[in-house]
Every structure is written in C-alpha cells, then in structure tokens.
C-alpha cells in the first residue's frame, strides 16, 4: 500500500464548478499536510499547507484534513480556466525530513 | 528574487553514458531536496541535504546514483552508466530550514531521456 493515494484523474469541470480533490494516507503519525499545484513542464509550487487537522482557507482554495479519516481534501470554488493544472497532495513524513507526494490528479477547467 | 534554477532543463543521453545535473537553490536556505517524477506519477524522494549534516540518502535508487552539495549552495547530482529507465524529470527543491520542510520551493526541472 502505497504511504499516499491519490486518484490521477483527469477531472473535467466546467468554469464556474466547485472542484473537490482528495487524498488517502495511511500513517497518522503525519502532521503536516500540503497541496502542490504544477503547471506543465513546470516545478511544483506550494498552494497551502495544514497541520494537524481543520481547514485552512485561502482566497478560492480550502484545505481540508480529517485525521480521524486519514482524508486530505482541496475545494477550488468559483474555477477558472487558469486552475487547469496538476494537483499534487503531499504529507511531511514522521521523520520531518521528506516530502511523501501523492501521484497527482490533473485539473482541467474549460471556458 | 531569483527561484531555485535547474540545468540544463533538457538531457538526451545514451544508454551508458553519465550525466550531471545542477541546482542552484534560493540563496539562503539550508535545505535541499532532490526528486524523480516519472511521466503521470508523483515525486519520488531521491536524496536530501541539511546544512553540513551528512545528507539523507535514501531515497537514491542505485549506487549508480549520486549527490553533492558544496555548503548551502549547489548541488549536483550524478548518474552514472544511465539506464532507460532513468528518463524522467529530476526536480530540486530548497527550504529555509529543517524548521519550514513543508514549504518548498521547486525548480522547474531537468527532462533527462536516456536513449
């Protein structure tokens, strides 16, 4: 069993759509909780991070962790043809010293 | 300011060959991060480097494999007599600190193909 699950997609949404992502992992000794958005054939960059569980909002984005669960989620209200990327979700390993990724759920969001 | 970069962003290479990769992290962060992406999948940790404390290697999937880092400034990572299966996109990343390894800035990579 893979540390991180995370459905590869495609997703198609029309613009306007709220976008729901998601992702499993199987330690819950993890704390720390990030989404990484990669445009093609660009590095990752960092959207937001939690810790620990709750929800984080940020402008459009809300980040979702249910410990209990072990289940990240990212909503993308109001989506825009810009949002159309690869969305990568990612664990802080027990060790504090390395990033686990999931395999990423590619976003496209058409006009 | 300047981003992590990456060179060169292209590599096309014969089976056997080495090659070197090169990463320039953000000027003053101490962490440094190397990762594999293979075509559709996730990033695979490769290898990481904290300061002048002996860099965690495990993620390096052969002996063919191999990183340094001079201080809190480049790196390179080298591969020696390249497999096919070593085509992929090598990523580096960088964090202020071990404090701040959730938030990582990423360079945009470097599209090794092996032929």
């Known amino acids: 069993q893979k540390e991180v699950e995370q459905d590869p997609g495609p997703l198609s949404v029309p613009e306007g759509a709220i976008v729901s992502l998601n992702c499993t992992y199987s330690n819950s000794a993890f704390q720390y909780f990030m989404w990484y958005r990669q445009y093609s054939r660009k590095g990752p960059e960092l959207l937001m991070y939690?810790?620990?569980?709750g929800n984080k909002e940020d402008g459009r984005f809300t980040a979702q962790v249910d410990k209990s669960s072990k289940y990240i989620s990212l909503f993308i209200r109001d989506s825009q043809p810009s949002d159309s990327a690869t969305y990568l979700c990612?664990?802080?390993?027990?060790?504090?010293?390395?990033?686990?990724f999931g395999a990423g759920t590619r976003l496209a969001v058409h006009p | 300011g300047a981003g992590v970069s990456q060179s060169p962003s292209n590599k096309v290479t014969e089976k056997g060959k080495d090659v070197e990769l090169r990463c320039d992290p953000i000027?003053?962060?101490?962490?440094l991060y190397w990762y594999r992406q293979r075509l559709g999948q996730g990033l695979e940790f490769l290898i990481y480097?904290?300061?002048?404390?002996?860099?965690?290697k495990s993620g390096l999937p052969s002996d063919r494999f191999s990183a340094e880092r001079t201080g809190e400034s480049v790196s390179t990572l080298t591969i020696q007599r390249t497999q096919q299966e070593d085509s992929a996109v090598y990523l580096c990343?960088?964090?202020?600190?071990?404090?701040?390894?959730?938030?990582?800035?990423f360079g945009p990579g470097t599209r090794l193909t092996v032929t």
């Open positions: 939690t810790y620990s569980s």
């Open positions: 480097f904290q300061g002048n404390s002996a860099p965690d």
């Open positions: 000027s003053g962060h101490t962490a």
């Open positions: 990612a664990v802080l390993s027990g060790g504090y010293n390395k990033l686990i």
């Open positions: 990343a960088s964090s202020k600190s071990r404090d701040s390894l959730y938030e990582q800035y």
